[in-house]
């Protein structure tokens, strides 16, 4: 089992930014493919970002690329989402998931049914 907990998310005024925090508890963290995901009322689910478990690639949704950065620290078992250039349309409730082995290409990495665990998402409002 892996637990993970979201944190950072709040209100923020158009073109701010915001910095959102993942950290994991249970197995071993540096095991797991991690990724970032977003809820918006009314719509579905959706991609945002996601890191593997070598810290070797990245993939981003053409939404937030040149905005959103992905990192992760493996010592502290956390994942951070640093969020620029907030517009409206990216508030959501924001999700940090995790995944065993991936095939390590963007539709698979941003496939959320991929992941095994959840955590309980953060609200971020954009006010425009």
């Known amino acids: 089992q892996v637990q993970l907990v979201e944190s950072g998310g709040g209100l923020v005024q158009a073109g701010g930014s915001l910095r959102l925090s993942c950290a994991a508890s249970?197995?071993?963290?540096?095991?797991?493919?991690m990724g970032w995901f977003r809820q918006s009322p009314g719509k579905e689910r959706e991609f945002v970002t996601a890191?593997?478990?070598?810290?070797?690639?990245?993939y981003y949704a053409d939404s937030v690329k040149g905005r959103f950065t992905i990192s992760r620290d493996n010592a502290k078992n956390t994942v951070y989402l640093q969020m620029n250039s907030l517009k409206f349309e990216d508030t959501a409730v924001y999700y940090c998931?995790?995944?065993?082995?991936?095939?390590?290409?963007?539709?698979?990495?941003?496939?959320?049914?991929?992941?095994?665990?959840w955590g309980r998402g953060t609200q971020v409002t954009v006010a425009s």
């Open positions: 890191i593997n478990m070598g810290t070797t690639r990245t």
């Open positions: 249970g197995r071993t963290f540096s095991r797991y493919n």
């Open positions: 998931a995790a995944a065993g082995a991936l095939i390590p290409t963007t539709q698979v990495m941003g496939d959320g049914t991929q992941y095994e665990y």
